[in-house]
């Protein structure tokens, strides 16, 4: 039975953290819709383990405000943080450097952080699919597609019923 209390804690925690963002729809939609989301897509695909969730709820947290994966690890514990840093790009190097070290490090991180991977790249397909982000070409997001597809390869195995997700989007948009 997951802790619904320490859940909602994580929840109430990343909120906190996000609540001046918004995401790149034109209805600039609040920040903490998408690892409420990315949280979503796991419980629907049978993941309970705890850590996982908590993980996903704070995925963004170090990578796009002030959190320290040290903060995370003090309030929520080392298991926890480790999925987070996990999922966490170096944010001093240039943007085509991060997104080629995404590709590399996929198939090396945990099961945990795979799956946190897995439907964090599947939410923002789908948002992509929604509505394009204000200033966005075609040819932008299918280049957005064409690289998640290579993170998401890398983390095959680790929750079957998000990557048949996966394969059914990339499929229809990518003809792969
Ligand atoms: P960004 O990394 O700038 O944006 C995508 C990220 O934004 C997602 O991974 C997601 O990250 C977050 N996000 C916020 N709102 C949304 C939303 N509504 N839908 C989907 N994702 C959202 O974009 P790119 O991946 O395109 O990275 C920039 C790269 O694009 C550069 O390497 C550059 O070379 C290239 N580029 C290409 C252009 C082109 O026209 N082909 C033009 C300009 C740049 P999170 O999960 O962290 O929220
Ligand atoms: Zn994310």
Redesign the pocket.
């Known amino acids: 039975m997951v802790n619904l209390d320490l859940l909602l804690q994580t929840a109430e925690y990343a909120a906190k953290k996000h609540r001046d963002q ?4 034109p209805e600039q ?1 609040p ?1 903490i819709n ?1 690892p409420l989301g ?1 949280t979503r897509l796991l419980t629907s695909a049978g993941i309970t383990h705890l850590p996982t969730l908590q993980a996903a709820l704070l ?2 947290t170090v ?2 405000t002030d959190t320290t994966v040290s903060e995370v690890c003090t309030v929520f514990g080392l298991e926890v943080a480790t999925i987070v840093k996990e999922c966490t ?1 170096d944010t001093t190097l ?3 450097e ?2 080629r070290r995404q590709i590399l490090a996929a198939p090396t991180v945990s099961l945990e952080a795979k799956r946190v991977k897995l439907a ?2 599947l ?3 789908r ?2 699919l ?4 204000l ?3 075609d ?2 997001k299918l ?2 597609f064409a ?2 597809k290579k993170v998401t390869d890398g983390c095959q195995g680790a929750c079957p019923p998000l990557e048949d997700q996966l394969k059914q989007l990339y499929q229809e948009v990518l003809g792969v």
Not at 130 to 133: A, H, I, K, N, Q
């Open positions: 918004r995401r790149k729809d939609t920040y998408h990315v995925h963004d990578e796009d790009d240039p943007k085509a991060r997104k964090d790249k939410y923002n397909l948002d992509l929604r509505t394009l982000p200033g966005w070409t040819e932008r280049e957005y690289w998640a």
